[in-house]
């Protein structure tokens, strides 16, 4: 992937709330949809504490950017999406000249929107939701607390392991967490229960946003499947753990996973993370390589991404105090066991057909010790070792009342860093009790 001036790090906007901003700088140009007390959901460009409503200035713009601004009239990026790599790069490369552009002020100016003043909303109609399962680490903590002698199943290091999710229960950030209800067995010998769960977590993965097509029954070769993802967001699996152990086999995740998935508002480009691509880390001495489907040397040499990943917690009562969110975790997404353009040939490799805004979960990504563990029922080894917060509270599974929030920024050496936004639930009780009865 080419970098361009976009990607200058010396790039000043003579917005001035966007030089040095933490996650959008003029340098990322993530694209979103937003809408205002006056303006429907429409297409915007996050810049520093702005939204630029891209449709707005399209009188400015001519050929692929004007084709992909006008996409952005939509109250969903659908069409943007569809029109693939070259006109979104186009639109990128036009924004950031009318953005760095001073004599372009005045006529940018009154297409910018405080952020504050924004409502966003999921970036496009989410046709298909596929979760992978790419976070090894992830893979053999929770395989450990269920097969401590072989953590990993035998097909791990070759299948890509993945499950389809569903599309109605996903959310932007900040929709709310409400507990779900679900079949539960609190002990070996007794029968399950219908009964709000008390192992409620999160899963720290990325989401990946499909941006074309392939036909059906034409499998993405591994050399062009990166031009398949228009780029990635962070994305928060909610999971009740004590549903999900006694649904998940043998057909895998179910009601589990699929009373929620939020994702942040903002769809960060492949263009914009550019810089941060790195090698594919080598596979442990002894690991089978890929087969030949799923590898390419230019996939291997950058197709992951160095990108950090963090997780805060704030229970009620540390908002309740004024006191700040608790670090859990700070991780990066090169744990993961296959590179994403690895996960689009796999997932074609039938000729199962992606749509423009298909949704793929990285899967939980999770490091090699507890500092950069994604999920609690790592972290607090299923429950066994709650966590203690600094006010004294504990944390084995999320409470009602917390605050859980994914971050996520990538940043280098002579580069501007980038952000994602937020990606963040507050949990609630479902208060109903499922009798219906309403004094749960
Ligand atoms: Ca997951």
Same mark, same amino acid.
């Given at each position: $992937?080419?970098?361009?001036?976009?990607?200058?790090?010396?790039?000043?906007?003579?917005?001035?709330?966007?030089?040095?901003?933490?996650?959008?700088?003029?340098?990322?140009?993530?694209?979103?949809?937003?809408?205002?007390?006056?303006?429907?959901?429409?297409?915007?460009?996050?810049?520093?504490?702005?939204?630029?409503?891209?449709?707005?200035?399209?009188?400015?713009?001519?050929?692929?950017?004007?084709?992909?601004?006008?996409?952005?009239?939509?109250?969903?990026?659908?069409?943007? +999406?569809?029109?693939?790599?070259? &006109?979104?790069?186009? =639109?990128?490369?036009?924004?950031?000249? =009318? =953005?760095?552009?001073?004599?372009?002020?005045?006529?940018?100016?009154?297409?910018?929107?405080?952020?504050?003043?924004?409502?966003?909303?999921?970036?496009?109609?989410?046709?298909?939701?596929?979760?992978?399962?790419?976070?090894?680490?992830?893979?053999?903590?929770?395989?450990?607390?269920?097969?401590?002698?072989?953590?990993?199943?035998?097909?791990?290091?070759?299948?890509?392991?993945?499950?389809?999710?569903?599309?109605?229960?996903?959310?932007?950030?900040?929709?709310?967490?409400?507990?779900?209800?679900?079949?539960?067995?609190?002990?070996?010998?007794?029968?399950?229960?219908?009964?709000?769960?008390?192992?409620?977590?999160?899963?720290?993965?990325?989401?990946?946003?499909?941006?074309?097509?392939?036909?059906?029954? *034409?499998?993405?070769?591994?050399?062009?499947?990166?031009?398949?993802?228009?780029?990635?967001?962070?994305?928060?699996?909610?999971?009740?753990?004590?549903?999900?152990?006694?649904?998940?086999?043998?057909?895998?995740?179910?009601?589990a996973k699929n009373f929620l998935t939020t994702v942040s &508002?903002?769809?960060v480009t492949v263009e914009a993370l550019a810089p941060f691509?790195?090698?594919?880390?080598?596979?442990?001495?002894?690991?089978?390589?890929?087969?030949?489907?799923?590898?390419?040397?230019?996939?291997?040499?950058?197709?992951?991404?160095?990108?950090?990943?963090?997780?805060? =917690?704030?229970?009620?009562? $540390?908002?309740?105090?004024?006191?700040?969110?608790?670090?859990?975790?700070?991780?990066?997404?090169?744990?993961?066991?296959?590179?994403?353009?690895?996960?689009?040939?796999?997932?074609?490799?039938?000729?199962?057909?992606?749509?423009?805004?298909? +949704?793929? #979960?990285?899967?939980?990504? *999770?490091?090699?010790?507890?500092?950069?563990?994604?999920?609690?029922?790592?972290?607090?080894?299923?429950?066994?070792?709650?966590?203690? +917060?600094?006010?004294?509270?504990?944390?084995?599974?999320?409470?009602?009342?917390?605050?859980?929030?994914?971050?996520?920024?990538?940043?280098?050496? #002579?580069?501007?860093?980038? #952000?994602?936004?937020?990606?963040? #639930?507050?949990?609630?009780?479902?208060?109903?009790?499922?009798?219906?009865?309403?004094?749960?």
């Open positions: $992937m080419m970098l361009d001036e976009t990607h200058d790090p010396q790039a000043r906007s003579w917005l001035a709330d966007a030089n040095g901003h933490p996650e959008f700088p003029v340098q990322n140009l993530p694209l979103g949809v937003f809408s205002t007390t006056t303006a429907q959901p429409r297409g915007g460009v996050a810049i520093g504490e702005h939204v630029l409503d891209v449709a707005m200035i399209s009188p400015l713009l001519s050929g692929d950017a004007l084709l992909a601004a006008q996409a952005m009239s939509q109250p969903t990026l659908n069409a943007l +999406l569809a029109l693939g790599t070259e &006109p979104r790069r186009a =639109l990128r490369r036009a924004l950031f000249a =009318l =953005l760095t552009d001073a004599a372009s002020e005045a006529k940018v100016r009154d297409a910018l929107v405080p952020l504050r003043q924004c409502t966003l909303h999921l970036p496009a109609e989410v046709g298909d939701y596929t979760d992978f399962y790419s976070g090894i680490h992830h893979a053999v903590n929770v395989g450990r607390q269920f097969r401590p002698d072989a953590p990993l199943l035998p097909n791990y290091k070759y299948v890509p392991i993945g499950y389809h999710g569903r599309s109605s229960s996903i959310d932007v950030s900040g929709a709310e967490v409400i507990r779900p209800h679900g079949q539960i067995k609190r002990q070996n010998d007794a029968a399950p229960e219908y009964r709000a769960s008390e192992r409620l977590d999160y899963e720290l993965e990325m989401g990946v946003w499909i941006g074309a097509r392939n036909e059906r029954g *034409s499998p993405v070769p591994i050399e062009t499947a990166s031009d398949y993802i228009a780029g990635l967001c962070l994305l928060n699996d909610w999971s009740a753990r004590d549903v999900q152990a006694w649904e998940y086999q043998p057909l895998g995740p179910f009601l &508002p903002w769809i691509r790195v090698p594919q880390p080598p596979r442990p001495a002894g690991d089978p390589a890929p087969l030949a489907y799923l590898t390419s040397g230019e996939d291997q040499a950058s197709g992951a991404f160095d990108i950090t990943l963090e997780v805060h =917690l704030r229970t009620r009562r $540390m908002r309740d105090a004024g006191a700040p969110p608790q670090r859990l975790s700070r991780g990066n997404m090169q744990f993961m066991y296959w590179t994403i353009a690895q996960l689009v040939a796999h997932h074609t490799c039938n000729g199962c057909n992606l749509r423009p805004g298909d +949704l793929f #979960g990285t899967g939980t990504i *999770s490091g090699t010790d507890p500092s950069s563990f994604g999920s609690l029922l790592e972290l607090s080894q299923g429950g066994r070792a709650p966590l203690q +917060l600094p006010n004294g509270e504990q944390r084995s599974f999320l409470q009602d009342g917390d605050e859980l929030a994914l971050s996520a920024y990538a940043e280098s050496a #002579g580069r501007a860093r980038i #952000g994602f936004g937020a990606c963040v #639930g507050v949990v609630r009780s479902n208060s109903p009790s499922p009798e219906g009865s309403g004094s749960g």
